[in-house]
């Protein structure tokens, strides 16, 4: 097998075709049972319908899962590596390490849906309403961002643990702290889901934040007017992970009336693990 350094070419069309064109028989197998027959033919036609279906545009980097179903193509009895559908959406097979793009996913799905297996389709509308749903989100959260910092936004969606170059931004643009801090809590509070296992360019204003004395945190959280947002993320903020690893000690040092209140807040969210977070950072 290849290793990262070294993944070799990315496969073509003509390299599945070579594959698929001499087979004589299919069977089609979940890949996490794979000694379960869901489909075998050796109709002509039916080959000749799968062959059409898969077809290929190039390779999309290698997907870390094992994949959906199995496409184990034989000649005169001789098996040849299988072919693996991930998400519906892409092809990997032996000796390639990249994953090559479906160029229409709906021809195989159908194919599969034809021959009694729907699952396929099932799974790829599902991850379709989840990469849109994210989407969504993911543009929320873009268009609550202060404007002034939009030509950092690529950085910021790229994976990183650390945005200096955002904090430097906020020192000039904004260089009073508390106001400073009460932006970045604002713009904190505007996450929808979890606290924790969330997009790493929600973590931005929190790593800022991070960086802030705790009487200015204080005074920025108790600033008025006083909003859904503000109360939202000096609660997440306060109550996430690294706020409670890396500065325990202030986390003790919160006026115990500003931790009811940010308790009471954090408990009207419908997510179990973010009212769980708030109980313990706020002592309930």
Known sequence: MRGFEDPGRAPTQADLDSLVGAARSVAVRGVLS??????????PSELVSLRDALRIEGAIGHCM????????????GEDFEGVTLHHGESLRWDPFFYSASLVEPDLIL???SAHGMPDARQEYEDNRRG??????VRERWHAAMPSALESLWPSMSA????????????????????????????????????WSGHPSYESVPEWC???TPLNVLLDATRGEPQTDSLRAGAARLFGGWDFGKHRS?????????????????????????NCARAQRAFGA
């Open 65 to 76: 899962c094992l994949g959906t179903l199995a496409f184990m193509f034989s000649r005169d």
């Open 209 to 211: 934040l991070l960086q």
């Open 110 to 112: 159908d194919w599969l």
């Open 34 to 43: 794979s000694d379960e027959v869901l489909y075998e033919t050796d109709d």
């Open 249 to 273: 000690r202030d986390l003790g040092r919160i006026p115990r009336d500003l931790q009811l209140r940010l308790l009471e807040h954090a408990l009207r969210s419908t997510d179990e693990d």
């Open 131 to 136: 990469a849109e749903a994210a989407a969504e």
């Open 159 to 194: 994976p990183s643990r650390e945005w200096p170059e955002v904090a430097d931004a906020m020192r000039r643009l904004h260089p009073d702290p508390v106001e400073r801090a009460r932006i970045l809590l604002e713009w904190f509070g505007q996450g929808e889901g979890p």
